[in-house]
């Protein structure tokens, strides 16, 4: 637990913790240590260390002001009223414009404060070393006064943990609660381990904190705001009961507690001027943290806005404790409050299921700890014998590679001779069409420059032939290498392995892979396909020569195998829409097949969703609009396809005709895949389909026209598809009318959206589209 109460800065046990705004905690002196001010608001000490000096009031007078500014603001520089030589180091060093600066400078992007000179904590965090006071002026008028300017400059401070910035307000590090839990937690955990807290820097008796005296005088009175120890003549000077200080409640001071022997015997000025243990951070009078505690009931928080009023209720909008003023006067008016007491009990409840949890993890661990050093025991006994196997296994491998080396230079010996043959061959070849074609062309170019026309076209007809048939031999690929200058002889693992009788390390205690761990993130589907992923789990030591990936048929009955590979990503195509798959996977190896993994189940689509297919269609078809409109460049009638195949189920689709010129005739229906693409859909027995013009339509199949009906489409007309492949059925729609009856029956198989037409038709395909059921009558059809 020692860790988590120790301060991040400064390395020792926290001493006055604030909370800052990322619930991380940090000393108050620490934090003072660690604020940040921009280069603009560098400035020279506060105005009233100024008249002080000039006007010959008490140090301690001038101090006060920056006190009430900033509580325990004695604090923040050199600890517990120490003299000027134990807390600020003195007044010898540089002159009075460097004495009255702080020097703190903002390091762009690297959360942290830069100072020059700069210390460093035991964490590695940069802390602003101390100010040396000015010739003439007290340590506390300089302490109180330097450390003032962080709150009446433009300020921030950077977590040391999470590096997050917070602005200061008016009220400097007043702003931030002051975490008397931890700091009571800390005292016991003190006290337990047999330590006073502060004992280090514990003195007789609590002194004045803003004396000029030496020694100073014994402190009469504590401010609970300012947490500052006064004497008698420094109270009535520098917080006298009135005007901003009226509000603020002056305590008797806490008994120190018992100081060890050698802190005993110390002159009281050197046992306050010298820093704690804690890195400098120390509490009023020297006494420590914990100093209010011990024999004294601990300190509860008080409203860092209303610093007279107590916690009472806890806002839950803000997450953080308010007093009755805060609801009445305060930002939280209108915010959800609910009783302190309340919220205490049920934040315990909170974290203590929390700690179960936790505690359960411990339990685990250390379960886990005894199983990783039975594993270091075994390493070590299993490690002396794989050695010296080893070192038989490699004098094996030495002469089986030495054999082996013969034999491989043999291969790359004929590869090569092989590859000089193939090339001079080709050399050849290509020297001797380039010369017969250089003569055709000289004598071509011959013949052109004759001006008889009548001889020339004896031969015209002769020549442009040779010409043709000398340019078709040179076919695509007869002007490429047909051999490669790379050697293709790439050595494989396992054959190299068996030729040294398999002597493989890995496979001497070869197991059966794991179960593959399937990757649910990554599993999904899309129209009639299904992606899946899996891996093999962590630190698995069997090898892995492949998986085996297997598909139900998406109604519960038997699994098959769909894939075999060594790639962990499969996509399955073509399966049923609006279907449930079962799919598993299992890895193999040189020793078997491993045990299945979990079963994951996937819902193919309930209505297909797909364009027409680019790689499908004639080369005349001329697709836009993201594949979804289709026309054409010739005036015959030519096919295309769409990307979804249909082997179950209903589908609907309709197309819109966004252009109709001179009367074509499009058809629409469906195809096997090997339909012709080039002629009018419906003339072979691949399609069956309905054409239409303006007039009237017919339906074709195995070029069979029949039940011609009336109605016909034109520009803006809709006509839609059903092919209902659970009663085997083809029906035609235009818009919203069944045109003639039942177009096919007995439709069985896999099918594809199809598409014929020429370049006076341009249609749009809409999918995704749900089965109408307000679809009107059929027309009745004509002969």
Same mark, same amino acid.
Request: overall charge neutral; some cysteine.
């Given at each position: 637990?020692?860790?988590?109460?120790?301060?991040?800065?400064?390395?020792?046990?926290?001493?006055?913790?604030?909370?800052?705004?990322?619930?991380?905690?940090?000393?108050?002196?620490?934090?003072?240590?660690?604020?940040?001010?921009?280069?603009?608001?560098?400035?020279?000490?506060?105005?009233?260390?100024?008249?002080?000096?000039?006007?010959?009031?008490?140090?301690?007078?001038?101090?006060?002001?920056?006190?009430?500014?900033?509580?325990?603001?004695?604090?923040?520089?050199?600890?517990?009223?120490?003299?000027?030589?134990?807390?600020?180091?003195?007044?010898?060093?540089?002159?009075?414009?460097?004495?009255?600066?702080?020097?703190?400078?903002?390091?762009?992007?690297?959360?942290?404060?830069?100072?020059?000179?700069?210390?460093?904590?035991?964490?590695?965090?940069? #802390?602003? &070393?101390?100010? !040396?006071? %000015?010739?003439?002026?007290? $340590? /506390?008028? +300089?302490?109180?006064? =330097?450390?003032?300017?962080?709150?009446?400059?433009?300020?921030?401070?950077?977590?040391?943990?999470?590096?997050?910035?917070?602005?200061?307000?008016?009220?400097?590090?007043?702003?931030?609660?002051?975490?008397?839990?931890?700091?009571?937690?800390?005292?016991?955990?003190?006290?337990?381990?047999?330590?006073?807290?502060?004992?280090?820097?514990?003195?007789?008796?609590?002194?004045?904190?803003?004396?000029?005296?030496?020694?100073?005088?014994?402190?009469?009175?504590?401010?609970?705001?300012?947490?500052?120890?006064?004497?008698?003549?420094?109270?009535?000077?520098?917080?006298?009961?009135?005007?901003?200080?009226?509000?603020?409640?002056? #305590?008797? &001071?806490?008994? !120190?507690? %018992?100081?060890?022997?050698? $802190? /005993?015997? +110390?002159?009281?000025? =050197?046992?306050?001027?010298?820093?704690?243990?804690?890195?400098?951070?120390?509490?009023?009078?020297?006494?420590?943290?914990?100093?209010?505690?011990?024999?004294?009931?601990?300190?509860?928080?008080?409203?860092?806005?209303?610093?007279?009023?107590?916690?009472?209720?806890?806002?839950?909008?803000?997450?953080?404790?308010?007093?009755?003023?805060?609801?009445?006067?305060?930002?939280?008016?209108?915010?959800?409050?609910?009783?302190?007491?309340?919220?205490?009990?049920?934040?315990?409840?909170?974290?203590?299921?929390?700690?179960?949890?936790?505690?359960?993890?411990?339990?685990?661990?250390?379960?886990?700890?005894?199983?990783?050093?039975?594993?270091?025991?075994?390493?070590?006994?299993?490690?002396?014998?794989?050695? /010296?196997?080893?070192?038989?296994?490699?004098?094996?491998?030495?002469?089986?590679?030495?054999?082996?080396?013969?034999?491989?230079?043999?291969?790359?010996?004929?590869?090569?001779?092989?590859?000089?043959?193939?090339?001079?061959?080709?050399?050849?070849?290509?020297?001797?069409?380039?010369?017969?074609?250089?003569?055709?062309?000289?004598?071509?170019?011959?013949?052109?420059?004759?001006?008889?026309?009548?001889?020339?076209?004896?031969?015209?007809?002769?020549?442009?032939?040779?010409?043709?048939?000398?340019?078709?031999?040179?076919?695509?690929?007869?002007?490429?290498?047909?051999?490669?200058?790379?050697?293709?002889?790439?050595?494989?693992?396992?054959?190299?392995?068996?030729?040294?009788?398999?002597?493989?390390?890995?496979?001497?205690?070869?197991?059966?892979?794991?179960?593959?761990?399937?990757?649910?993130?990554?599993?999904?589907?899309?129209?009639?396909?299904?992606?899946?992923?899996?891996?093999?789990?962590?630190?698995?030591?069997?090898?892995?020569?492949?998986?085996?990936?297997?598909?139900?048929?998406?109604?519960?009955?038997?699994?098959?195998?769909?894939?075999?590979?060594?790639?962990?990503?499969?996509?399955?195509?073509?399966?049923?829409?609006?279907?449930?798959?079962?799919?598993?996977?299992?890895?193999?190896?040189?020793?078997?097949?491993?045990?299945?993994?979990?079963?994951?189940?996937?819902?193919?689509?309930?209505?297909?969703?797909?364009?027409?297919?680019?790689?499908?269609?004639?080369?005349?078809?001329?697709?836009?609009?993201?594949?979804?409109?289709?026309?054409?460049?010739?005036?015959?009638?030519?096919?295309?396809?769409?990307?979804?195949?249909?082997?179950?189920?209903?589908?609907?689709?309709?197309?819109?005709?966004?252009?109709?010129?001179?009367?074509?005739?499009?058809?629409?229906?469906?195809?096997?895949?090997?339909?012709?693409?080039?002629?009018?859909?419906?003339?072979?027995?691949?399609?069956?389909?309905?054409?239409?013009?303006?007039?009237?339509?017919?339906?074709?199949?195995?070029?069979?026209?029949?039940?011609?009906?009336?109605?016909?489409?034109?520009?803006?007309?809709?006509?839609?598809?059903?092919?209902?492949?659970?009663?085997?059925?083809?029906?035609?729609?235009?818009?919203?009318?069944?045109?003639?009856?039942?177009?096919?029956?007995?439709?069985?198989?896999?099918?594809?959206?199809?598409?014929?037409?020429?370049?006076?038709?341009?249609?749009?395909?809409?999918?995704?589209?749900?089965?109408?059921?307000?679809?009107?009558?059929?027309?009745?059809?004509?002969?």
């Amino acid at each position: 637990m020692e860790e988590e109460l120790k301060c991040p800065v400064c390395g020792s046990l926290f001493r006055e913790p604030i909370i800052l705004p990322c619930s991380h905690n940090v000393c108050l002196p620490c934090a003072r240590t660690i604020a940040v001010q921009t280069p603009d608001g560098e400035q020279h000490l506060p105005q009233p260390l100024l008249l002080s000096r000039s006007s010959g009031l008490p140090a301690g007078a001038a101090a006060a002001p920056s006190l009430e500014h900033d509580a325990a603001a004695g604090l923040a520089c050199s600890g517990a009223g120490g003299s000027a030589a134990g807390g600020l180091g003195g007044g010898a060093g540089g002159g009075g414009d460097h004495a009255d600066k702080l020097s703190l400078y903002s390091e762009t992007d690297s959360g942290y404060g830069s100072y020059t000179p700069s210390l460093k904590s035991p964490n590695g965090v940069r #802390v602003l &070393p101390m100010v !040396p006071a %000015p010739p003439g002026s007290s $340590a /506390a008028a +300089a302490r109180g006064a =330097a450390c003032s300017s962080l709150s009446s400059s433009s300020s921030s401070i950077t977590c040391p943990q999470c590096h997050r910035s917070a602005s200061l307000d008016h009220r400097g590090l007043r702003g931030f609660q002051r975490n008397r839990l931890l700091e009571a937690i800390v005292q016991r955990y003190q006290q337990g381990r047999g330590a006073v807290p502060g004992a280090s820097a514990a003195v007789a008796v609590a002194i004045c904190q803003l004396c000029d005296r030496t020694p100073p005088e014994p402190a009469a009175t504590l401010c609970e705001q300012c947490d500052v120890l006064y004497c008698s003549a420094c109270q009535l000077k520098c917080h006298p009961s009135r005007g901003p200080f009226a509000k603020h409640r002056l #305590v008797q &001071p806490p008994p !120190p507690p %018992p100081a060890p022997a050698e $802190a /005993a015997s +110390a002159p009281t000025g =050197a046992t306050q001027g010298a820093p704690s243990g804690g890195g400098g951070c120390k509490s009023p009078g020297g006494t420590g943290a914990g100093a209010s505690g011990g024999s004294t009931a601990r300190k509860f928080p008080t409203c860092p806005e209303h610093e007279m009023e107590n916690y009472s209720m806890y806002c839950v909008s803000c997450r953080t404790p308010v007093c009755y003023l805060c609801l009445e006067e305060g930002r939280h008016t209108k915010h959800e409050v609910k009783p302190l007491g309340a919220m205490w009990k049920q934040h315990k409840a909170q974290l203590s299921q929390a700690l179960n949890g936790v505690s359960d993890k411990a339990k685990e661990a250390k379960e886990f700890l005894v199983q990783l050093k039975n594993i270091l025991q075994q390493v070590q006994e299993n490690g002396l014998d794989y050695e /010296a196997c080893l070192v038989a296994q490699c004098d094996a491998l030495v002469d089986a590679l030495t054999r082996q080396k013969a034999k491989l230079l043999t291969k790359v010996t004929k590869e090569r001779e092989h590859k000089l043959k193939m090339v001079w061959d080709q050399i050849n070849h290509c020297t001797l069409k380039l010369r017969q074609s250089t003569g055709l062309m000289e004598y071509c170019l011959e013949v052109i420059k004759e001006n008889d026309p009548a001889g020339f076209l004896q031969i015209s007809d002769a020549l442009i032939k040779r010409v043709q048939v000398s340019q078709e031999q040179w076919v695509k690929g007869a002007l490429e290498p047909k051999v490669s200058a790379e050697f293709d002889l790439t050595l494989d693992s396992e054959p190299l392995l068996q030729a040294i009788h398999q002597l493989d390390f890995i496979q001497m205690k070869c197991r059966v892979p794991p179960v593959p761990l399937l990757q649910l993130e990554k599993c999904c589907t899309r129209n009639n396909s299904v992606t899946l992923a899996w891996r093999m789990p962590p630190f698995t030591h069997s090898p892995v020569d492949g998986y085996i990936l297997e598909l139900d048929d998406g109604a519960g009955g038997q699994f098959r195998e769909v894939y075999v590979g060594k790639e962990t990503l499969c996509t399955i195509d073509g399966l049923h829409f609006n279907s449930t798959y079962n799919a598993r996977v299992k890895a193999f190896n040189s020793s078997g097949v491993g045990p299945y993994s979990k079963t994951v189940v996937l819902q193919t689509s309930d209505v297909a969703w797909f364009t027409f297919d680019p790689n499908s269609g004639h080369r005349d078809i001329i697709l836009s609009n993201d594949n979804q409109t289709a026309t054409c460049s010739s005036y015959d009638d030519r096919v295309v396809l769409g990307t979804a195949a249909f082997s179950k189920g209903v589908h609907y689709w309709e197309l819109h005709v966004d252009r109709y010129d001179n009367h074509p005739d499009p058809a629409f229906g469906v195809a096997r895949a090997s339909v012709v693409k080039d002629m009018m859909l419906g003339k072979d027995d691949k399609a069956w389909a309905m054409y239409v013009d303006n007039n009237r339509s017919w339906f074709m199949h195995c070029n069979s026209h029949t039940n011609r009906t009336e109605g016909g489409v034109c520009k803006g007309a809709t006509v839609g598809v059903l092919l209902d492949l659970n009663k085997h059925t083809l029906t035609f729609f235009i818009n919203g009318q069944q045109q003639g009856p039942t177009a096919f029956s007995q439709v069985d198989g896999v099918f594809m959206p199809a598409l014929s037409l020429n370049r006076n038709v341009q249609v749009t395909l809409h999918t995704g589209l749900e089965v109408p059921t307000n679809l009107g009558q059929p027309k009745l059809s004509g002969n």
